[in-house]
């Protein structure tokens, strides 16, 4: 099993597998990782025509089969991204993760195909899930807790960033945002802006870059939401948009409190104090799995517009998926 930052070394010294389970509860990570996977595999022209993108509610085994066993058109190697093979419903799931289990060991013995399955949790007894064996592997995606992991991506996505942070700085930053990745991601760079290029990030930088971010009421608007109150939502909403609190920012919040409410409606468990988790567990309850499912969906696609693929203004954006989450 790889991490995501061995993962990326292997690319980077043109080591591609051909086949990945991309497994785990962070989007973020989840998402950066099929994309460097597609960036290293599709290369040169014609990407369109040996790319394949299924996704596990509606594809059938044979549509998988074509699809890796299509050749590649002007180039060495082809893509086929299966996402969420497990989430079909009915006689037709067995169907399709008894064929995927037969297609990774097609695809580690006929090279030319890459084969992706993206999954937010798997079944480690599974038959397909045994199947990611050497060469192929899976990547690891569980998001860092807290402690050394957390510090550890921190420094991590800084030296991505060309930000360089002191391990007092990483740690308070640490303490202050916790596991939401996108919103680390997005004070990380604040951060380095602060302190500007070539200087090393201290605990003064990041006390400045965050102040603003403890002082606003955000856990308010998660409150607001997880209750399904869609005009207090929006009301807390305004005043922290007003206030200048940024949209990554308040977007990272909400994928956390969201990717939390699905763990606990999973009956999975959570870090925080009594209160918080009885309070998470009150919220859960107002939701099913799919509408979580769909509220995790629809933050994704809110990042997605956030970093210039929307029409609509940030502010917009926000508007419209703080509607959608609580209704």
């Keep these: 099993m790889l991490k995501p930052a061995e993962l990326l070394r292997e690319l980077a010294k043109g080591q591609v597998r051909p086949a990945y389970l991309v497994v785990g509860a962070e989007p973020l990570l989840r998402d950066d990782a099929v994309a460097a996977i597609r960036a290293a595999v599709l290369t040169g022209g014609a ?65 030319g195909t890459v084969l992706v399955v993206v999954a937010e949790k798997a079944d480690r007894r599974a038959r397909w899930i045994k199947a990611f064996v050497e060469p192929a592997t899976h990547v690891d995606c569980e998001p860092p807790r807290a402690g050394r992991a957390l510090i550890s991506f921190i420094q991590s996505e800084a030296a991505r ?33 602060l302190a500007g290029e070539g200087v090393t990030v201290t605990t003064a930088h990041v006390a400045d870059s965050t102040s603003s971010v403890a002082e606003q009421p955000i856990w308010d608007l998660t409150d607001a939401i997880g209750e399904r109150q869609v005009g207090r939502a929006i009301q807390i909403l305004a005043r922290l948009q007003a206030s200048g609190a940024a949209a990554p920012m308040l977007l990272g919040v909400l994928a956390g409190h969201f990717r939390k409410l699905a763990l606990v409606k999973e009956g999975r468990a959570v870090v925080g104090p009594p209160f918080v988790v009885r309070k998470l567990e009150s919220q859960s309850n107002r939701f099913t799995r799919r509408g979580l499912r769909d509220g995790l969906d629809r933050i994704h696609a809110a990042d997605t517009a956030l970093k210039g693929m929307g029409s609509m203004s ?14």
């Design 314 to 327: 940030p502010e917009m954006t926000l508007e419209d998926l703080v509607i959608e989450l609580t209704g």
């Design 47 to 111: 990407v369109d025509w040996n790319l394949d993108r299924l996704s596990g509610e509606s594809t059938s085994p044979g549509a998988l089969q074509d699809a890796v066993r299509a050749l590649p058109v002007m180039a060495e190697h082809r893509l086929v991204l299966l996402v969420e093979p497990e989430r079909r419903r009915g006689a037709g799931a067995k169907l399709l993760t008894d064929a995927l289990a037969d297609v990774v060991t097609e695809v580690i013995g006929h090279p």
């Design 161 to 193: 960033q060309g930000v360089a942070f002191d391990d007092p700085a990483a740690a308070l930053l640490a303490e202050r945002i916790g596991p939401q990745l996108l919103m680390l991601r997005q004070e990380i760079a604040k951060c380095g802006l």
